[in-house]
């Protein structure tokens, strides 16, 4: 069983210990999973066929872990027959957040509510102030902010002029959300965030991390959208109302393990690679 672990190579600086554990795990599964950096691959369409090069002219790989945020690398991986997790569909839907809220509106899977900016802005606030304004493309909450009066607004709206937007209620416990680690149909663990300095409980941003027991109710609501979506590994992370209930709030594609790991010793990795081998082997690959 042949794999890629893709990485933009920048980021695999980031993540040496990350990739490490996965080629470490990876040997003693008998995975054959190698590191390829993104400017590394270059691909055609020719002939109404995608056809995918290395530089290094390597053995295509049966499957491919893409650890890039780049849904259409990934679409073009699976069109050359490459098995991909995430797959190009959840790459797609997690990375847009218009487009995640309004498939699990379909769901009834309960969120704030909002108003999205595709095309022309909107002249005025259309959320009693402070409300929340993000990007749909944005990560690490680096492009999520709060509007508390009109100068702001239109301040953003110069600063993202031409970009889709979300315009959504705050959450009534700023500061704090829950990711749910999923592998496959299976929850593995559940992680609070919070942030004593900012509304923003990302990690990335200085939040910090503890173990959290997913109750009953809340399990429940997480397997419902888990059923609908075929993931691979993905965070599913919530806000909460103001009776302490989940509120959706976005996919992550490309999730990291640090929070995790911090307050639990589930070896993700390890069990991300056995999901894989085993659909691999679903799939009729056997080697
Ligand atoms: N509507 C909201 N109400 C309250 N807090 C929010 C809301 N939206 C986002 N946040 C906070 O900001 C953080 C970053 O927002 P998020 O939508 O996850 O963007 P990113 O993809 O950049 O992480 C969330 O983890 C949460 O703590
Ligand atoms: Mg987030």
Not at 216 to 219: A, C, M, P
């Given at each position: 069983m042949r794999g890629w672990l893709i990485y933009h190579r920048l980021d695999a600086e980031r993540n040496?210990?990350?990739?490490?554990?996965?080629?470490?795990?990876?040997?003693?599964?008998?995975i054959d999973l190698q590191l390829v950096y993104t400017d590394s691959i270059h691909i055609t369409l020719r002939n109404g066929k995608v056809v995918i090069h290395t530089k290094e002219k390597q053995e295509l790989p049966d499957f491919s872990i893409v650890r890039t945020i780049d849904p259409l690398l990934t679409a073009q991986l699976e069109q050359a027959g490459i098995i991909c997790f995430n797959n190009?569909?959840?790459?797609?839907?997690?990375?847009?957040k218009i487009k995640t809220h309004l498939e699990l509106a379909k769901l009834s899977i309960p969120m704030v509510e909002m108003q999205f900016q595709t095309n022309v802005p909107l002249p005025h606030p259309p959320l009693?102030?402070?409300?929340v304004w993000k990007t749909a493309g944005g990560r690490g909450g680096k492009?999520?902010?709060?509007?508390?009066?009109?100068?702001?607004?239109?301040?953003?709206?110069?600063?993202?002029?031409?970009?889709?937007?979300?315009?959504?209620?705050?959450?009534?416990?700023p500061g704090k959300d829950v990711?749910?680690?999923v592998i496959g149909k299976e929850i593995i663990a559940a992680v609070l965030r919070s942030s004593q300095q900012d509304f923003r409980a990302n990690y990335s941003l200085g939040g910090s991390a503890s173990f959290y027991t997913l109750n009953?109710?809340?399990?429940q609501l997480v397997q419902r959208i888990v059923n609908h979506y075929d993931f691979g590994f993905v965070g599913i992370d919530f806000l909460f109302d103001?009776?302490?209930?989940?509120?959706?709030?976005?996919?992550?594609?490309?999730?990291?393990?640090?929070t995790l790991s911090e307050v639990s010793d589930v070896n993700v990795v390890r069990l991300y690679l056995e999901f894989i081998k085993k659909r691999l082997e679903d799939a009729g690959c056997t080697q």
């Open positions: 040496a210990a990350f990739i490490d554990w996965f080629l470490e795990e990876s040997r003693s599964l008998n190009a569909e959840i790459a797609a839907l997690a990375n847009d009693a102030f402070p409300f492009e999520v902010h709060l509007v508390e009066n009109d100068t702001q607004y239109q301040v953003l709206q110069q600063q993202y002029a031409n970009q889709s937007v979300l315009l959504q209620q705050l959450a009534p416990t990711r749910v680690f009953i109710e809340e399990r103001e009776n302490g209930s989940f509120l959706f709030n976005e996919i992550e594609d490309v999730v990291g393990s640090r």
